[in-house]
């Protein structure tokens, strides 16, 4: 995705002092290390990560107290005593990082950094999910309670690649036996691309191998001609949001509500050439908890065919995607559990989606299982209203079918989206379904911070 004309405004990444752990206050920085907050969904999840060291970023961004107000003003009050207690301490000049994930046969490296806001109708940073109003709300709470963005989102762009995935070029992945230094060459490259490749060159800033086995590489860049070289690549490119709907519309009503030119101005962003590092694409699942499986499957069956399944779930998820694929014109299905089994819906009836998926808009998005989901299964025939009491959203499949089978509930089980799906939709400007997609890896949370104090 680019920005046509030499001249084009397209993306702006600003150096920023990052806000980081120093390392000798902690037990280790990938104790104090998180997902981002809306992947830490279990309880036992949560009491994991605070339990791993006393200053785990969690209690910045998932903060626990009786009203949201104290949850805020908690967060905030801690970060300024770890600051004051120099557990976290600003860098001495602004900076742009190159941030590298390695996770098996998987290669991502991007540049975190403060990208200038964008209005949606300038068409710079594009969305393709819509959001939940409430979250937005606590979101801009915190952020303006903490006066920090406390974790980056994700954004996707297209730069000016040879074709080559990077990952394929190391020989990650393929037998190829590659060392993973500079992966491609330095021809045909955009000069985003070719400053991660010198700056990785040296010796990192931080390194840290997460509990999930990921190792975590930071560096930091901050030499004038480097940055004009990012400047002037990026301003040619737009971008699509692979993760962080929601801190981005935060970000702009933010941004909004100062008339003065300022730190609101940016938004903290991981930024990642997906023609050199392709993300994955998962689905994000469904757990209904007021919803029985019992219930669930009669109504469901006034609409679609219903059958029990094999499991265990990995090979119930198989089944799932055969489904999905098996039959071009009518391709929904889902995967219901909570009752000890799989059951699998698809071959919707027809004439019901006619009648209940709104008109006026592209058939690639009347076709979503999400948008299926939510106007057929959920308004329709389950009559469950969207709203945090009736409904989680899991990226993990085993978590939401454990919670489901705990809380008695149902959990639904999505088929991931194809990304020229989502591309095609976003450069329309038509919005899926919150909750559609899960794009990754995603960044660690709790490796830099960026304050709105100190710009």
Known sequence: MSIPGPGGQGLQLTPFRGLRYVAERVGSLAAVTSPPYDVVVRPDGLRQLETADPYNIVRLILPQADTPEARHRQAAETLRRWQADGVLAPDPEPALYVYEQRDGPTLQRGLIGALRLSRREEGIVLPHEEVMPHIVEDRADLMRATAAHLEPLLLAYRGNGNGTSANEASGYGTGGGGTGGSGIGGEGIGGAARVIERTIRGEPLLSTTTEDGVDHHLWRVTDPTDLVEVAADLRHHQALIADGHHRWATYLRLREERREPGPWDYGLVLLVDTVRYPLRVRAIHRLLRRLSPDDALAAARRAFRVRTIDGPLPRALETLGEAAHAEPGAPNAFLLAGDGRFHLLDRPDPELLARTIPEGRPEAWRTLDATVLHHTLLDQ??????????????????????????????????HPVREDVVHELARQGIAMPHKSTSFGPKPATGLVLRSLTLG
Do not use: F, K, N, S
Not at 388 to 398: C, F, V
């Open 381 to 414: 025939l389950w009559d469950v209203p969207d709203t945090p009491e009736h409904i989680g959203y899991i990226h993990d499949p085993t978590a939401a079918v454990e919670q489901a089978e705990r809380l008695g509930g149902t959990a639904v089980l999505m």
